[in-house]
């Protein structure tokens, strides 16, 4: 069962993150680790549907955007063999200034709740690494993932030379494609691939009406 730290700031960063912050109020702590459990299980299916958890042994993520690295936290107590690197902007406390997403997007993330995470569920801190986006990354890596990040809010080429750079033959490249850039995105990612990728979409929040799904989650496997 994951250990969430319940301080005031950990309790508003988890509401922000989990897409509970337009026109809502912060729930209560029981609810909100009901809320918080339920989002990011849906999440991590989300990426076992397109194989993305499925790694060999000892493999080395790097996870673009990860906000509170919930994700990597929840596989990284199902498998001790693991590396991560959890690549994002961060403070040190919660702010209300906007970032690219618009204003009405508060910043959403801390490396000190993040070391929190880590204590809590009793993970060896060795495993992770915390960096900014300008930092290093690692070569040879078995999974890149960047859910609703980039290729949802940030274009392509921002990151894309440093994915070619990092990620492995035979690594897997993972991320979150608006439905109205989808076609676009993903054939020129197959094309740096050499593959096709898995597929899975969904509707986004319930409040968007759209016939269309709001966008996909797709896993390359590099070639």
């Known amino acids: 069962m994951l250990q969430f730290p319940m301080d005031d700031q950990s309790i508003r960063l988890a509401h922000i993150q989990s ?15 009901e809320h918080f459990a339920g989002y990011h299980a849906s999440q991590w299916q ?30 990284a107590l199902r498998r001790s063999d693991l590396r991560f690197w959890l690549v994002d902007r961060s403070r040190d406390e919660y702010h209300d200034n906007p970032i690219l997403h618009g204003s009405d997007h508060p910043y959403y993330n801390s490396w000190l709740t993040v070391e929190h995470l880590i204590q809590a569920n009793g993970l060896d801190r060795k495993r992770f690494v915390l960096q900014p986006p300008d930092g290093p990354w690692p070569r040879e ?8 990040c980039w290729c949802w809010h940030l274009p392509l080429e921002v990151y894309i030379d440093s ?11 993972c991320v979150d494609i608006r439905h109205q850039h989808f076609e676009e995105i993903s054939s020129q990612i197959s094309t740096h691939m ?7 979409e969904y509707q986004g929040r319930p409040w968007i009406s759209d016939p269309n799904p709001h966008g996909y989650r797709c896993c390359w496997v590099r070639q």
């Open 194 to 200: 050499n593959s096709q990728p898995r597929i899975t």
């Open 19 to 33: 897409g509970n912050f337009i026109k809502q109020t912060l729930p209560s702590a029981d609810n909100l680790r």
């Open 141 to 148: 890596l078995d999974l890149i993932i960047s859910t609703w």
């Open 46 to 75: 989300e990426c076992d549907k397109v194989d993305a958890w499925d790694l060999p042994e000892n493999a080395r993520v790097l996870d673009l955007g990860s906000g509170l690295g919930v994700l990597d936290i929840i596989q």
């Open 163 to 173: 994915v070619l750079n990092s990620l492995a033959l035979g690594g897997k490249l």
